[in-house]
């Protein structure tokens, strides 16, 4: 590549002034993707090709600072993040680098020159679904403030040929689509056919002697497999810092299929192509609940090597030495899910770089980091033995060696504390044989953080107790947080334009400068103006529910809304009683002077969790009954809104007046839903579970609904012996409430259909909705009368955005930054590439 001469630039102006780029450029450039890329006149363009010719354009702007700083990945003292994360739940792009840009409204103008309208191509956009909820989209939030703080950084994560599965509702139930997003294709994605690591499976080890008389496994495996690399640029907001996200594709490797070609079993050969690209197929549609399935530790193990493989080529590409290796790189593990990394690396420097094990051993514990994101007992990974030793045989010797030194260390602290011994083994031996995944990537990991206060001390109490107490120096806590960029900015422009309005744009990189609204709580024409907006959402959102379910809700009506993974810890169902608490109530007083309600909910339920499908079943029951009694007449509207994603999302959150973060205590690590809502002028009612605790704190305890246990108090009531059935039977409305779903009122006279979710609550109650019920309903209470009187709602709902600052993920990163990474920010220079780069 032509290198001219080296040329800083401004960071602070947008692409359009720094490259000279006027909306004439923009136009022209549009219309050659027209019709150089998509092979179109403007007059047969389909809005297809103006969405890729636009895409195409806005990628374009992005080229120039992509290739900049990935120059500097490989130059020396340039520490880089790596992020390593079964999913990436991205959302779509178009929008998103048109604000990074700063460009967003000279791509309006551009587009409608060509006659079509910007929504309607933003619309248009498949979204990338690579994740499941939380921790999927968490990493994408982390990979734009990585971007915009101008850290080095990369994403690392499999190209899934399906992801998270579209959500049909069908006679109220759930049913799974495959999500085909790659159908008409990825513009944001440029594929890397020379960027190609192999990945073995299977077969066995054998021991034998190296020149130096040592000894060494040499593992034969029985299966190879291809890694391909995509990446997909991640620029920052207004920075020339473009990092980029690799995903890996799976694909076979040839040299395996001429084996089989050549004795004629031609059948054999495409079937073993077939076999080798499953591995990348689809993304495992399960939240918080492991399954147990080889593919899936396939894929793990898959991303994870090539990834680890692809860092040691960065590495040894700036001539340093392998010892050195965590001194160029930091790399995170996203859950346990790539937490074969610790075992990889020991390999690839021990049996394909020759390192001592000693050596090895440090360079790994010093690279590494490991973010826990729950407590759930069903979501802690374990592989059980022969499943793992059959897949990555040389692996688990490796993870036996670990163990030994490690146990043997454990030995000198703790003296025949057997049982304490069993507890932080990596294998667990108790029955069946696995191998904990956590264990691996505690032992493995220079730092392990929980992802908001609560959780974190409950990490070190419960879950992770025995190696707080072996290294508590190793763990901290890192609260989460989501980005302003998309959630703010992107989703919600009316709410952005009023607040740049009256204290300008700085917060939208400095999230803290949003404490100068507070002033304004107090603004009778602010608050005018804020009322103004968010009734635009609700209207906008209204039009949306019709669209897709045919209800129309009433936009004055508050709006009630509960949107996530659907799980009987986030307790759903616990809303869905208060619902038929509200409808009682009705039924008793046809004449009741009841506040108004528009209950929303949305969510996708695991394809084999069974009770989370029966719940969605009984929100779509409960609303089809609820809506068409006319005796509710428009007091209470319930909303199923079907297959919540990342681009709903971005149409949902502004609209709320009221978000439901109602987990028992204890039982949700963090949220992050419940930070989208509050920024967006949402109130929350909630318990002190995750980071709920921490929101409430810093918005005051005057402008946020509490209710519910605690986390102590659960764990001392559970303790105790608990008994759903006796609050049943002592609380009428409850009773009244459950009874009425167990009869079958909103199943057709069916009692049998809700029948499963009914005794689950009386008999076991594994979440205490009983407990927590009559709390819920009074604080409910509380809501509606507050709502009531619009204007101290609405001060409120000021100050909730005003003191959201913490909540930023650049805060967040800020901190894996200084206290897990060492990484500081990099400014990249603008390289001047004459008449290559328009
Ligand atoms: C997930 O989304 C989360 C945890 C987990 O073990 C697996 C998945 Cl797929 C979520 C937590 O439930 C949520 O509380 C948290 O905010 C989020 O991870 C990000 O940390």
Redesign the pocket.
């Known amino acids: 590549m032509a290198q001219r001469k080296s040329k800083k630039t401004n960071s602070n102006k947008t692409d359009c002034s720094r490259t000279g780029m006027t909306l004439i450029d923009l136009n022209r450039c549009f219309n050659e993707h027209l019709f150089y890329t998509q092979g179109r006149l403007p007059l047969s363009a389909t809005l297809n090709d103006h969405y890729m010719a636009a895409a195409y354009t806005v990628r374009d702007r992005l080229l120039h600072r992509w290739v900049c700083t990935v120059r500097d990945f490989i130059r020396e003292g340039v520490k880089v993040v790596g992020y390593l994360s079964a999913?990436f739940l991205l959302g779509p792009h178009l929008g998103n680098n048109m604000i990074n840009l700063d460009i967003f409204d000279e791509v309006r103008e551009a587009s409608e020159n060509v006659g079509r309208n910007l929504d309607a191509m933003l619309d248009h956009e498949e979204e990338p679904g690579l994740?499941?909820?939380?921790?999927?989209r968490?990493a994408a939030c982390y990979l734009d403030s990585l971007a915009t703080l101008e850290i080095p950084a990369i994403g690392y994560g499999i190209r899934y040929e399906f992801g998270i599965f579209d959500q049909e509702i069908r006679d109220g139930w759930q049913v799974e689509k495959t999500d085909k997003w790659l159908r008409l294709g990825n513009p944001w994605e440029i594929p890397r056919p020379e960027v190609t690591y192999e990945v073995k499976f299977g077969g066995h080890t054998a021991g034998y002697c190296d020149d130096g008389g040592c000894y060494r496994s040499r593992w034969t495996p029985d299966r190879v497999v291809r890694g391909i690399a995509y990446d997909t640029p991640i620029l920052g907001y207004k920075v020339n810092t473009c990092n980029m996200l690799r995903l890996w594709k799976a694909e076979a490797v040839e040299s395996f299929d001429f084996a089989s070609f050549n004795v004629g079993n031609y059948y054999g050969a495409v079937h073993e192509k077939v076999y080798s690209e499953n591995i990348s197929k689809v993304l495992y549609p399960n939240?918080?609940q492991i399954q147990g399935k080889q593919l899936r530790l396939e894929q793990q193990y898959f991303f994870v090597s090539c990834s680890l493989q692809d860092m040691i080529r960065l590495h040894l590409a700036i001539g340093k030495s392998l010892e050195y290796f965590h001194e160029e790189f930091a790399i995170q593990l996203n859950?346990t899910h790539p937490s074969v990394a610790v075992a990889e690396l020991m390999r690839l420097l021990v049996d394909e770089h020759h390192m001592d094990w000693d050596t090895a051993w440090h360079v790994t514990r010093n690279v590494f980091g490991y973010t826990n994101?729950?407590l759930?007992p069903e979501?802690l990974e374990r592989w059980p033995l022969r499943l793992f030793a059959n897949l990555l045989p040389r692996h688990l010797e490796i993870i036996f060696e670990i163990n030994r030194r490690f146990l043997d260390e454990v030995r000198v602290i703790y003296p025949d504390d057997e049982a304490r011994i069993a507890r932080l083994s990596l294998i667990d031996e108790q029955g069946e044989r696995y191998v904990r995944m956590a264990n691996l990537a505690c032992v493995g990991s220079r730092a392990i953080n929980g992802?908001a206060k609560l959780h974190t001390e409950l990490l070190k109490t419960t879950v992770l107790k025995d190696f707080y107490e072996l290294w508590p120096e190793k763990f901290s806590n890192k609260t989460?947080g989501v980005t302003p960029r998309r959630w703010m900015v992107l989703s919600n422009p009316g709410l952005t334009r009023l607040i740049r309005s009256r204290i300008g744009g700085g917060w939208i990189k400095k999230l803290d400068r949003l404490k100068r609204l507070e002033s304004y709580a107090g603004d009778d024409a602010f608050r005018r103006e804020w009322q103004a907006v968010k009734t635009g959402n609700k209207q906008a959102l209204a039009a949306l529910i019709l669209e897709r379910t045919g209800i129309s809700v009433n936009p004055d009506s508050m709006f009630d809304i509960q949107v996530k993974?659907i799980h009987e810890y986030k307790r759903q169902h616990l809303n869905v009683l208060h619902v038929v608490t509200l409808y009682n109530r009705l039924r008793r007083n046809p004449g009741l002077d009841m506040l108004p309600r528009t209950v929303i909910f949305g969510g996708k339920a695991a394809p084999s969790y069974y009770m989370a499908k029966l719940i969605i079943k009984l929100i779509n029951s409960v609303a089809d009954v609820v809506n068409h009694d006319p005796a509710v007449r428009n007091r209470l509207k319930v909303v199923f809104f079907p297959d919540f994603n990342v681009k709903s999302a971005q149409k949902i959150y502004p609209a709320a007046d009221l978000s439901e973060q109602i987990s028992t205590a204890g039982k949700?690590?963090?949220?992050?839903g419940n930070m989208k809502f509050s920024m967006n002028g949402a109130l929350t009612i909630g318990t002190l579970d995750?980071?709920n605790v921490e929101i409430r704190e810093e918005v005051g305890a005057d402008n946020f609904f509490l209710f519910g246990l605690t986390a102590e108090e659960v764990a001392r009531i559970k303790s105790e012996g608990y008994d759903p059935r006796s609050i049943y039977l002592s609380n009428p409305d409850l009773r009244e409430a459950i009874d009425l779903i167990g009869s079958g009122f909103f199943s057709r006279g069916d009692p049998d259909l809700f029948k499963p979710l009914v005794d689950s609550l009386l008999y076991q109650d594994e979440y205490m909705l009983l407990a927590d019920y009559q709390s819920y309903v009074d604080c409910q209470d509380r809501v509606s009368e507050a709502y009531r009187d619009r204007d101290r709602w609405t001060r409120m709902a000021i100050l909730n955005v005003a003191r959201m600052g913490k909540f930023s993920s650049d805060r967040a990163i800020r901190e894996y930054c200084r206290e897990i990474w060492r990484v500081s920010p990099n400014t990249v220079e603008m390289e001047d590439f004459g008449d290559l780069v328009r």
């Open positions: 999913e994740g499941n909820g939380g921790l999927g968490l939240d918080e859950d994101h729950t759930l979501a992802v989460n993974r949700e690590a963090s949220g992050t995750g980071a």
